[in-house]
Structure formats: structure tokens, C-alpha cells
């Protein structure tokens, strides 16, 4: 049994079509949906997310938002949504290291630290997928 | 008479003119287009969020929330999305008087963009930060405004916290809009805007009766998932407001720049018919000469 999933940005649209299961990382641990689900909305976190599609798992890296399922309707708004492809692992590792950096110099309550912990997350999530079967 | 020198030049200037005209004219309608594209794409977004807002809205006690309570102050916020370079038109004029009518003595503000930044500098206005956005428009780019701003609202510094940019309604007609971010007015909450996606949702209605007519769950509880939410829905928002600004001013800057190349065109056709006046002219002096020399020569 499949499903319809749409996965969406502010930019755009990243992916839609019918999938047969999907795995996503929700702010409570990571959370499977198969057809059939009941009416759920649920906060994601950043981390990695699966879906099953003509027997081929395809994984996405994403970042925060949340998941809508309506019926035979998954719905993912996401900020980010990135294919191993498109990662370039030399950027994400820079760019993290600027975040950690950055982190190691300030307090917990300082405004950006939130923000910079959500860019390492990302990071990580993105350099996960990337170095995945090697 | 002029002299015909001086004429060549003219037409050479304006022609060059009327070149640069020309291709920025081009430039902005391609970054028109994507602009509009950008704004259409965030659509999609848009109707997911508010569905599910709406439904949050039956399943919360909505009046709770602290970016959602009205405050009896009236301090208020204002930022002000103008554009980064000139030559568009009236856009920022218009947004500027938009700006002044609204807003009361102590209203301090927040700027994107160089042109209205200077302008309230000038004008003496109390500015306390400014962004500059990238083009086109990232996402990631409306997160630290959405984050300064809301952060000024429950630190209690402002009452309310509202945003002044042009709203693109087509390519000829950019008004300017002032809208209340915060507090998000509970009313207003998940109401299509008609900001969100170039043009009027006709989506907005259907939606809502969709919406409700759904039983969600909400994990952990309702309460959470609207704390997560409600800072997507500001970032969404800001967001949107930066690429509908984008959006105005590339097509306000390709009307602009359209009229400027016509301008130049004619004047390149006076100035052609009036070098050319002069040049008979002087062909016509040359000729008496010649045939009064002769004359005196018999």
C-alpha cells in the first residue's frame, strides 16, 4: 500500500510522489509511518529521513520543521531537505567548524547559541548521510 | 543654431544612455521572474502551515501563548523592507510616506535595505538594527530577522512589532503594506494573506473547512507542537514579505528602467531631426557662399 509524500521547503518543493514507507526524525526519537496512519502533526528535528519507494530506500538530510499526516496525505515542511548528491561534504565540514568554534567561545545563554547548535545538527545530519557506506 | 559637434555628442550620450537602460531593464525582468517564481514556490508551504494552524487553533487555548497575547502598551516596532539599490521608480518614496503616516513619535525601527535605512537616518528616526538580504532571497537569510524581532517582543521592549514592505500585486502596481507580525492577532492567525504566494489565495477558504474537518494528533501535546510552530510560522512569514519586497522592486526598477529607454529614444529622435536640421543648414550657408564668390568672381 503507498502513499502520497510531499516534501516541502519555502523554496520549493522538493519531492512528491507516492512512497510506501517513510522514516522521519521527530523531536520525541525517530518515528516510522506506514499507510494507514492516524492524523498526526509532530515537530521534527534535524537528522536523517527514509522513504521506501518501488523497493528502493532513498534518504534525504533535513532540518527542523514538522510532519502533517492527513488520511493517505504526509506532509513534510522542512527548512532544509538535501540528497546525498548535492552535499558538498568539504562546506558542511567548514561550515560546522565555524559553528563549533564559534560555540566554543560563548556562553549557553548567549543568543546565538541555539542557532549555531541547530547549524552543527544540520551538519551533522548532512555529513552522515554523505560518508554513509564507506 | 546649435553647433553640430555638440549635438553628435548628445545623441552619443544619450544612446549609451539609453543602452544601460536597456539592459538593466533586461536584468530586472529576469530577476523578476525569479522572484515571482520564488514566491509562487513558497505557496505550498504556505497552505500546509496554515492548515495545520488552523486546526492547532481549535485545540489550544490560543490566548496562552505569549506571542499571541495583545498587550495594553503601545510601543511599537516597525520593520521596514526597502531596497538595496535605487533607480526603481517611486517604490521606496511611496513605502517611505506609507511608513510616516502610519507610525507614531516613539516607534522605533528595524531596516532591510540601504535606501530607507538613510532615509529614516536622516529624517532622525531611532534605528536599532539592520539586515542585509542576499538576492534571491534565502530562507535562511529571514531566520536571524524573525529571531531578533520576536526576541524584542517577549523581552517586553515593544508592544508590538509590525513590518512595512511593498507588496507585489503585479508588475505595474506595488502598494505599500504595513502588517502586525507580532503579536500574531489570533484572529488573523492562518488567515490567507495576500502576501503569501504573488496574487490572492484562492485557496484560503476551502482550506480551513479541509482543515478542520481533520482530528490530529498532536505529539507530545498541542501546546508543544504550537511552540514549535508559531517561530516556523514568523520565519514563513518574514520570509515571504522579504521575496514579495524582491519581487516588487525588480519589477518596480523594469517599468522604471522600460520608461527611462523610451525617454531616451525620443530624445535621440529630436536630437537626430535637429542635428539634421542644422546640418542643411549649414550646407545650405556653404552653398550661398560659394555661389556668392562666384558671383563676385564674374
Known sequence: MAFQLDIVTPEKTIFSDTVDDVYLPGSEGEMGILTMHAALVAPL?????????????????????????????????????????????????????????TLAGINVDHDEYAALQMVIAKSEAMLKLKRKGR | MANLRDIRRRIKSVKSTAQITKAMELVAAAKMKKAQDQAIAGRGYADKLNKVLVNLKGNTDEESHPLLAKREGNKELMLVISTGRGLCGGLNTNLYKKVVSVSSETTDYVTSGKKLRQQLAKAGKNLIADWEVEDPVPFNDAKPIAKFLTEQFLSGEYDRITVAFSNFVSTLTQTPH?????????????????????????????????????????????????????????????????????ASEHSARMVAMKAATDNAKNMIKDLTLEYNKARQAAITAELLEITTAMKAME
Open chain 1, 45 to 101: 528535528q534535524p537528522g536523517s529521513l527514509r522513504y521506501l519507494k518501488d523497493g528502493q530506500v532513498q534518504e534525504l538530510a533535513v532540518g527542523e520543521g514538522f510532519v502533517e499526516v492527513a488520511g493517505d496525505q504526509v506532509s513534510v515542511l522542512i527548512d532544509l531537505a538535501i540528497g546525498e548528491d548535492a552535499i558538498d561534504e568539504a562546506k558542511v565540514e567548514e561550515a560546522m567548524k565555524r559553528a563549533q568554534e
Open chain 2, 178 to 246: 504595513v502588517a502586525q507580525l507580532l503579536p500574531i492577532e489570533a484572529s488573523g492567525l492562518a488567515e490567507k494573506q495576500d502576501y503569501e504566494g504573488v496574487g490572492k489565495g484562492e485557496v484560503g477558504e476551502t482550506n480551513k473547512e479541509e482543515a478542520l474537518g481533520v482530528d490530529y494528533e498532536f505529539e507530545p501535546s498541542p501546546e508543544g507542537v504550537l511552540d514549535k510552530l508559531l517561530p516556523l510560522y514568523i520565519n514563513f512569514q518574514i520570509y515571504q514579505m522579504l521575496v514579495e519586497a524582491r
